[in-house]
């Protein structure tokens, strides 16, 4: 079984930064994407962005500039600093991993952190 946390979430004025983190633990063999997405009230989940094991990344247009994501291998976390926050970025954040046993690849999600951007 593997669990997911996050962290870093919270109220922040348009303009100010947070950074988000998302660590897995239990039975982890290998990780292959990290990543990061978003929903806000009435709107779909949405990809932020996401880093591969070569840590390779790809950003959603409405963040490059602004964010930024990371992972730390050694630590099986995935990290977002968002930097120039605006009203728009406020949702729910969550990480997802993909982990790789065998042949087979299996998706897990955080439990969600909210973040709140005044204007």
């Known amino acids: 079984q593997v669990q997911l946390v996050e962290s870093g979430g919270g109220l922040v004025q348009a303009g100010g930064s947070l950074r988000l983190s998302c660590a897995a633990s239990?039975?982890?063999?290998?990780?292959?994407?990290m990543g990061w997405y978003r929903q806000a009230p009435g709107k779909q989940r949405e990809l932020v962005a996401v880093?591969?094991?070569?840590?390779?990344?790809k950003y959603a247009d409405f963040v490059k500039g602004r964010f930024t994501i990371s992972r730390d291998n050694a630590k099986n976390a995935v990290y977002l600093q968002m930097n120039s926050l605006k009203p728009e970025d406020t949702a729910v954040y969550y990480c997802?991993?993909?982990?790789?046993?065998?042949?087979?690849?299996?998706?897990?999600w955080g439990q969600g952190t909210q973040v709140t951007v005044s204007s």
């Open positions: 880093i591969n094991n070569s840590g390779s990344t």
């Open positions: 239990g039975t982890i063999f290998r990780i292959n994407d």
């Open positions: 997802k991993i993909v982990l790789v046993a065998e042949v087979y690849e299996y998706e897990y």
